[in-house]
Every structure is written in C-alpha cells, then in structure tokens.
C-alpha cells in the first residue's frame, strides 16, 4: 500500500502510477461522466463512480488477484480500511471472472481518511475495505485507476 495526494506526486513514485495519475487529473473532471474509461485497453482503465459511504460494519473488504488499484477521492471524504496481513479465505470468489474477492474483514484492520485529492495504492493481493464512513454517510466521488500487473 501507498499513499499520497494528486497534488503533491513524490519524486520517488513509480513513473507507471506517476504517469496513470497525471492522466487522471488531465481527463477527468466534475462532468466526466460515470463508469469505465479507457486508457491503454485492458492494460489500464479508471472507474468514475458516485457512492455513499457506509458505517465500517456494514462493509466488505475485498482484494484482487491481477490489477492494482490506485484509489482517488475527487469529492468528499471517505473512510479507507486495510490489512497489512494475508487475506483469508474469501466467502465471494470472482478472481477468476471480475478480479475481485470479498470477506467479511481484512486481518487486524487499520482505517485513514481520504479527502478531496488523496489517493492509496493496492497491490494484487493487499485487503482494502473502501467507502467506509467518516461519521455520517456521505457522497464521494472517486476514480479508481485498475493496472494490470499479474
């Protein structure tokens, strides 16, 4: 996992999320439209979503087997929970078709807080448990860059 803002691109960052980063702030905007966007094929897309948080309780983590994840808050702010440990086993399997596994819970959870222009890094296999609520539930509108790296 790796965390930064849009804004403020560390010299040390990767020239691949460097670069997949900078598109983003050059492409989309408040009137992008939702849903998937090209940038290199299935090499590497974003997803412009508009979702409600929700109280950590009532949310699944997930982690991927073939993509990272570089995750984008443009509007609000959201609750970002992780685990540094292995997933378990998953209770919903779709690494196969969607790249995408659900549990319950990641292993000994930490939670930050995203808002407006900050992003994170998940690499195949790290357990993040996204949209989580900073208080009340809210609106956040985020891009979530997938990169093909397995």
């Known amino acids: 996992m790796l965390t930064g803002n849009i804004n403020v691109l560390r010299p040390w960052l990767q020239a691949d999320l460097r670069e997949a980063i900078e598109w983003v ?81 990641g292993e000994q959870e930490k939670t930050f807080v995203m808002q407006e222009g900050d992003f994170v890094v998940f690499w195949p296999g790290e357990v993040h448990k996204p949209l989580c609520a900073v208080g009340t539930p809210a609106t956040v509108r985020k891009v979530v860059v997938k990169m093909l790296v397995a």
Not at 53 to 68: D, G
């Open 25 to 105: 702030k050059q492409n989309i905007t408040d009137a992008t439209p939702l849903g998937k966007h090209d940038i290199d094929g299935n090499r590497l897309f974003c997803l412009v979503s508009e979702d409600s948080t929700q109280p950590i309780a009532e949310r699944r983590a997930e982690y991927h087997a073939r993509y990272l994840d570089i995750q984008i808050v443009m509007r609000g702010t959201e609750g970002m929970t992780f685990s540094t440990l292995p997933a378990g086993t998953p209770d919903t399997d779709w690494l196969a078709d969607k790249d995408i596994a659900f549990l319950p819970e």
